[in-house]
């Protein structure tokens, strides 16, 4: 398993993120991303339809007006 170099874990604790190229194949992440959509289905079938939306009874961001 690949270690972060010492300029890796400096940039991350300048700059709050790291981009790391390819840390994952697409297969993980187009399973990551179904996962995370299932989820966002799950949670919308679970609430009522006059409740805001949410993440686990957290409000979501708003985009646009």
């Known amino acids: 398993m690949p ?3 010492r300029e890796q ?3 991350f604790w ?3 993120y790291l981009i790391v ?3 994952v194949t697409l297969a993980q992440l187009a ?3 179904a996962e995370i959509a299932a989820w966002g289905r799950a949670e919308a ?3 009522r339809p006059s409740e805001p939306p949410t ?3 957290r409000p979501t961001l708003r985009h646009g007006p």
């Open 9 to 11: 874990i400096d940039a």
């Open 31 to 33: 399973r990551a991303q």
């Open 21 to 23: 190229d390819d840390a």
């Open 55 to 57: 993440i686990r009874r």
């Open 3 to 5: 270690v972060l170099s």
């Open 14 to 16: 300048r700059d709050g």
């Open 45 to 47: 079938h679970a609430r």
